[in-house]
């Protein structure tokens, strides 16, 4: 399930992702030459604050799901799986097995979403911005 969710959402997701990441490096850029607390100012900050938010929904959710399915089997474990039948203790097993597995969610196999990748693409952005801030 977890595959077919990444085929179909994974290339919208990347895209997403993508997109946003650059329009931010480059709403930062602008607001650096735009005065202090004038009105262009606080809408492209208000800005730039959606759409971190924006890619951090993304991430956190993707995240939430990875840490989710980690406690998955020890969770089913912790059961009284015993005392079912022997049809369902089957099955409980092959769950308890395939959840050995971590469910890990990407954006077009380039980043896994995650919190870990929201710090990077913050760095990144900040890196950027310096990179283009120090070239003009």
């Given at each position: 399930m977890v595959e077919t969710m990444s085929r179909v959402f994974g290339p919208m997701i990347f895209i997403q992702y993508s997109f946003s990441s650059i329009i931010l490096c480059s709403s930062v850029y602008a607001l650096s030459q735009m005065v202090p607390f004038s009105p262009e100012f606080i809408a492209c900050l208000v800005y730039i604050l959606c759409m971190f938010f924006q890619i951090f929904v993304i991430c956190m959710s993707g995240n939430r799901v990875t840490l989710e399915f980690a406690d998955l089997g020890p969770e089913m474990y912790n059961t009284?799986?015993?005392?079912?039948?022997?049809?369902?203790q089957k099955h409980v097993a092959m769950m308890m097995m395939s959840s050995v597995k971590p469910i890990i969610f990407s954006c077009?196999?380039?980043?896994?979403?995650?919190?870990?990748?929201?710090?990077?693409?913050?760095?990144?952005?900040?890196?950027?911005?310096?990179?283009?801030?120090?070239?003009?």
């Open positions: 009284n799986w015993f005392l079912l039948s022997i049809n369902a077009g196999h380039v980043a896994i979403l995650s919190l870990e990748s929201f710090k990077r693409l913050l760095k990144l952005s900040y890196t950027i911005y310096n990179v283009v801030q120090q070239s003009t």
